[in-house]
């Protein structure tokens, strides 16, 4: 069995790698090749923690695996982030073990893959502005991720640690871009073409007034039970685009919406990998406020961890284990 460190993965993919491969898995879960499986996801008990197992197969890959992993939000006294993961991946011909992926790193750059991937697809085309609600290590991922996909020139960004916000603002004006932190989260709202939200939140942030016609809002945070970041009249408002429906409904911004009565299933108007396969129409007018309920699934977390992988295995990088 192949074993990749935090730090080798680091070098074998890159954000834009990640956006071109999770890109193709979106599409592969349209046309019915890939498929996820029911995720695992629970409050442990334990030093506060959230624990969590999501699993999925690629036949056309083909790819078979499993991530684990979850938040552990004590961690950054102990010198270590929050967010701990890694992928196991399997041969897909006989079952057995093949790679262990450290997959902190490689979450950050999926997500952020994930999220550009829906700007790429559902912003308008001269999108220049972004909004960043929640500036710890994610935003990093988001922001580069973005800055793929279009034109950006200016960063507004909101944190409740005004360290955070501070140390994303040397970011942002380090890439050559304008950054403005932001008192007041509608501030951000308020002046972004590009919203994207990722944080722990467990309350509304966002609120339908605070957003201008014509917005993509890409919200990363919810993706367990009781996690929310939008007013779910915002939600209700918008054209909504997911990775997983029954994910969105369940543990994704559109819970609280869904649960309110204010939008059902079928208000839905399309997952983000029928956009990509060309299955589905994206944005219809450049009024339009889109939203992506980017709850997180396996096969984003497989298709950059089969990359590293491939990459490891061509460079002759990376630890053989017997079991």
């Not at 890694?86 to 902190?104: E, K, Q």
């Not at 909101?158 to 007041?184: C, K, T």
């Not at 590009?194 to 339908?208: F, G, H, N």
């Not at 956009?275 to 339009?288: C, I, K």
Request: charged share 15%; net charge negative; glycine share 10%.
């Amino acid at each position: 069995m192949l074993v990749i460190s935090e730090q080798l993965a680091t070098r074998l993919v890159s954000i834009e790698d990640a956006i071109a491969a999770v890109e193709t898995a979106f599409a592969g879960m349209a046309r019915g090749t890939a498929k996820n499986y029911p995720v695992v996801r629970e409050v442990v008990g334990y030093q506060d923690a959230v624990f969590g197992v999501k699993t999925g197969a690629d036949i056309a890959a083909p790819l078979l695996g499993l991530k684990a992993g979850g938040y552990w939000p004590h961690n950054l006294a102990r010198g270590l982030t929050n967010h701990q993961s890694a992928t196991l991946l399997f041969d897909a011909d006989t079952g057995r073990a093949a790679a262990l992926v450290s997959a902190n790193y490689l979450t950050g750059v999926r997500t952020g893959a994930a999220s550009a991937i829906a700007s790429k697809y559902l912003a308008r085309e001269d999108a220049s502005v972004l909004g960043i609600i929640g500036t710890g290590a994610q935003s990093v991922h988001q922001l580069r991720a973005t800055m793929a996909v279009r034109p950006i020139r200016r960063v507004h960004a909101w944190d409740p640690a005004p360290a955070n916000l501070q140390s994303f603002g040397e970011i942002v004006r380090g890439l050559g871009l304008e950054f403005v932190g932001e008192p007041y989260v509608a501030g951000v709202a308020g002046n972004a073409d590009i919203l994207i939200t990722v944080t722990p939140s467990q309350k509304a942030l966002v609120e339908k007034s605070s957003v201008r016609p014509g917005t993509h809002i890409s919200a990363m945070g919810a993706d367990t039970k009781g996690k929310q970041e939008l007013d779910p009249h915002l939600v209700a408002g918008s054209a909504i685009f997911v990775d997983e429906a029954a994910q969105s409904l369940s543990i994704g911004e559109c819970q609280h919406a869904f649960a309110a009565g204010l939008i059902a299933g079928t208000d839905i108007r399309s997952t983000l990998g029928a956009v990509v396969a060309g299955l589905a129409a994206g944005r219809r007018d450049a009024s339009e406020i889109t939203l992506f309920d980017g709850t997180g699934v396996a096969l984003q977390d497989l298709v950059v961890a089969a990359l590293a992988v491939k990459r490891a295995v061509e460079q002759g990088l990376g630890t053989q284990a017997e079991y």
